[in-house]
């Protein structure tokens, strides 16, 4: 009885898991880095979900997957209760919680180590891979935890577009309602324990990173990083034999090693 519904929720959160990490991620940069004019409109159209009732998020996504909607009618995909639409509206209802925290984390990376890469030759998605994202990695993640916790106990919105068939659609959380409507209460405090220590482990991990990090050590690593390639650079143009300016017998030059000298 718990087994089920336990694999079928692992089944829907790793799935929303992947949407909310390809979709979230994206969109977290894109809504830091680039400027447009109605972006405020966007930022707060995905963040909607957070605020309006599950059920009104059911019935976007009903009018979405459902009968007379491009998905159904021209891609002839009918997911209506079936786990997939499970993890869409877990996805949905969980993925502003890590745009925003990407937009953030973003945001908050100094612009000078990314214009020092840059001066060095580095691509936009070099500096995107070897400069932001590991300094906003911590933020990222902690965006993805809480993600993943509120995507696996999502429970209104996917009721309305999954149902709640046991074996197919029913989740933990859909479990545990028709439980205490039965009065097994046993089996559903049993369930009740194994969501509350999911989601505590989950914020755990989330404030586990929060404490760990550290404003200067990360920049540091990577700003002793930048300072070596531009060391390599200089010294690989530069002859330490030759004094800077050029060496001319008649006047003083100032040399790197050996200072003023006639």
Not at 174 to 200: H, K, P, S
């Amino acid at each position: 009885m718990i087994l089920q519904p336990s694999i079928l929720s692992l089944q829907v959160t790793l799935v929303a898991s992947a949407l909310i990490l390809v979709f979230g991620l994206g969109l977290g940069i894109f809504l830091a880095r680039v400027q447009f004019r109605g972006q405020i409109f966007v930022s707060t159209l995905l963040n909607l979900p957070l605020v309006l009732p599950p059920s009104v998020v059911g019935y976007f996504l009903l009018l979405a997957l459902g009968r007379g909607s491009p998905i159904r009618e021209w891609l002839k995909i009918d997911l209506l209760f079936t786990w997939q639409a499970a993890a869409i509206a877990s996805a949905v209802v969980a993925l502003p919680l890590m745009v925003e925290s990407t937009r953030a984390a973003i945001a908050n990376v100094s612009p000078e180590l990314e214009a020092a890469a840059r001066t060095l030759g580095s691509t936009e998605p070099e500096v995107l891979w070897r400069i932001t994202l590991p300094l906003a990695h911590r933020g990222i993640l902690a965006g993805f935890g809480l993600s993943v916790a509120r995507g696996l106990g999502e429970f209104g919105a996917t009721l309305m577009v999954a149902g709640s068939i046991p074996g197919r659609t029913q989740t933990l959380p859909l479990a545990i309602y028709d439980a205490v409507q039965m009065q097994r209460y046993g089996l559903a405090n049993t369930m009740v324990l194994i969501m509350t220590a999911i989601a505590f482990a989950l914020l755990w991990w989330v404030r586990h990173l929060e404490s760990k990090q550290s404003p200067s050590q990360l920049p540091i690593a990577i700003c002793s990083e930048i300072d070596s390639e531009i060391d390599l650079e200089i010294n690989s143009e530069v002859n330490p034999d030759e004094p800077i300016g050029g060496y001319s017998e008649a006047a003083p030059q100032l040399h790197p090693e050996r200072g003023l000298q006639r």
